[in-house]
C-alpha cells in the first residue's frame, strides 16, 4: 500500500491510499496527529454534451462518532449537512476547481469524511489536502495537486497548521491553499 509521511507544522502528516474505497476513482487515507480522513473521488461513466464549466460536487463531511459522540434520543441520524460542513466544502472546492479539465465534461464528486477527530487539530485543512491527493492518483485529468495549510499570528511568530487552542489567542489566521507554481 502506497503510503507517504511529511512533516508539517510540527506533525506528521500521512497520506495513504490502496486499503480503503477500493472501488473510488481515487481513495486517499490522512492522518495528522490524532486526527483522520478519508477522501474519496467518484466521476461519472456518461459525458454530459454542452458544459461550459466542471460539474463539481465537494461534500464535506464531520460524523458525530469521529469525535466519539453517538445521538442518542430522537435524533437517530447525522441530519442535514451543518454550516461548518458547507463553508469547509467551499474551502475544497476553490482550490481544485480550476484545476480540472472543462474538457472532460463528467460528474465528478469528492467526498472527504472526518473518521477520527481529536479535539486538538482541526481536521479542515488535512481534508483539503487528501482530496486533492485522492483526485490525483485517480484517472481523472488534473492539474494538481494543490496543498493547503493553516497559518496563524500569535505572539510575534506564525503558526502552521495551529490546535484550536491556538486558534482562539491568535490575532490572525488564515487558510492558503495554491499549486507548486
Given at each position: 500500500m502506497p503510503k507517504v509521511t511529511i512533516k508539517v507544522g510540527g506533525?506528521?502528516?500521512t497520506l495513504e491510499t490502496g486499503k480503503l474505497a477500493k472501488q473510488a476513482n481515487g481513495a486517499v487515507f490522512a492522518t495528522y496527529a490524532g486526527s483522520a480522513v478519508l477522501a474519496t473521488v467518484c466521476c461519472s461513466e456518461d459525458t454530459i454534451e454542452g458544459l461550459d464549466y466542471v460539474p463539481l460536487q465537494v461534500e464535506y463531511n464531520e460524523k458525530y462518532y469521529a469525535a466519539g459522540k453517538i445521538p442518542g434520543?430522537?435524533?437517530k441520524r447525522e441530519g442535514k449537512a451543518k454550516d461548518k460542513e458547507i463553508l469547509v466544502s467551499r474551502l475544497i472546492d476553490r482550490p481544485i476547481r480550476p484545476l480540472f479539465s472543462k474538457a472532460f465534461k463528467r460528474d465528478i464528486q469528492v467526498v472527504p469524511t472526518v473518521v477520527s477527530a481529536d479535539?486538538?487539530?482541526p481536521p479542515d485543512v488535512?481534508?483539503?489536502v487528501a482530496a486533492s491527493a485522492a483526485v490525483c492518483i485517480s484517472d481523472i485529468p488534473f492539474n494538481g495537486p494543490a496543498a493547503a495549510v493553516r497559518v496563524c499570528y500569535l505572539d510575534g511568530e506564525y503558526i502552521i497548521n495551529p490546535t484550536f487552542e491556538q486558534i482562539e489567542k491568535t490575532d490572525m489566521e488564515i487558510v492558503v491553499a495554491g499549486i507548486k507554481n
Open positions: 506533525q506528521d502528516l434520543g430522537f435524533l479535539q486538538i487539530n488535512i481534508a483539503m
